[in-house]
């Protein structure tokens, strides 16, 4: 039997599609698969994909007319093409405009916020893509949902596993605190970049409530984004105990050290954020939408969306009992132990390139 050849598409190069593709690179070229990644070259500096047994090939982000060009250049002799979001997944459409028999597997990591006439053009791409896929793999059950309503012939439930945190030898929480300035307070911490989606303007909002409590916790927001200079002006104006810490390369080392973990989306599918509290064994608070919910199970307080005294009183009651955290410290690294290993998303991937090569 022949090798089979896979092209792996990324087109931003979010953090968690990024790290599910370095993952899934790793697993199928261990299994004779032989892997080409095509991504940003940025994308390719910080997740290393040739290190994980890829041919890697850059491709410009979205916007560049040589991208298309390029990705049919090198999906030329691909047996299976996998594109990862949607901005990818329409390039990669368009590079196998015309080439019969080479499938096309897309994999949905998330969901586009847009409104008015953007919506309008995002809702027309994802109907695109759904259709010219042979199969879509979502990461959550409402996105499969979705997927079907766009037109999917075949969408299915993928819980792509990422590499679990690890944490370096020797790590002391209390050095972290410090530099956050969390020696003697509470240490909050949200991660995600500075958009409207991910709710960080209710956040604030709950942080108003927090400046009343004997110790007022500090809440630490590390990410970047175009909402940075309104957040920033909000938490001076109203001097609010937060920081903006932009973005990092420490995350685990952060959140390892926090109190408790703070997830204030108005949507997430499997938040990285979420499984990295949970693994770490952090208390998470989070709102309950999207695939949080099925992701957590009992191992999260859960709160609705933009409601800031239900967020603030959550994480207060929970500064307030001690117990209350050990406990869901305990579930959450129980709840983590029940998702999807790397192996076992390998495995449903390339069983679902085998199904469709006829492998």
Known sequence: MSQLRTVQVLGGGSAGSSAHVRSLTAGLAARGVRVTVCAPADVEREYDFPGAG???????????????????????DADVVHAH?????????????????????????????ADGARGQVIRLLERRVSRAAAVVLATSSDLVDRA????????????????VPRLP???????????????????????????????????????????????????????????????QRRIEAES?????????????????????????????????LAQDALRLGVPLVATSV???????????????????????????????DPEARRALADAGRAQAASWPTEDATVAQVLAVYDELTGA
């Open 85 to 113: 979001g949607l901005h990818a997944a329409v390039r990669a459409a368009l590079a196998l405009r015309g080439r019969r028999g080479v499938p096309l597997v897309v994999t949905w990591h998330t969901r586009s916020h």
């Open 240 to 272: 609010l105990p937060v920081r903006l810490v932009g973005r990092r390369d420490d995350i685990t080392e952060l959140l390892a050290a926090a109190d408790i973990a703070v997830l204030p989306s108005r949507w997430e599918a499997r938040s990285v």
């Open 290 to 320: 999207g695939g949080v919910p099925e992701l957590v199970g009992d191992a999260a307080l859960l709160v609705p969306y933009g409601d800031a005294e239900a967020l603030a009183r959550a994480v207060t009651d929970l500064l307030a």
């Open 169 to 231: 030898a020797g790590l002391c929480d209390g050095k972290a605190r410090a530099e956050l300035g969390a020696v003697e307070r509470p240490l909050l911490m949200a991660v995600g970049s500075l958009v409207e989606h991910r709710g960080y303007e209710v956040l604030l909002d709950a942080a108003r409530a927090w400046r009343d409590l004997d110790v007022v916790p500090l809440l630490v927001i590390a990410g970047e984004g175009r909402g940075r200079p309104a957040l």
């Open 54 to 76: 890829a041919l890697f090939v850059p491709v410009a982000r979205r916007g560049d007319p040589a991208a298309v060009g390029a990705l049919r250049a090198a999906c030329a």
């Open 148 to 163: 079907r309503e766009r037109g999917a012939r075949d969408a299915r439930l993928a819980a792509v596993a990422i590499p």
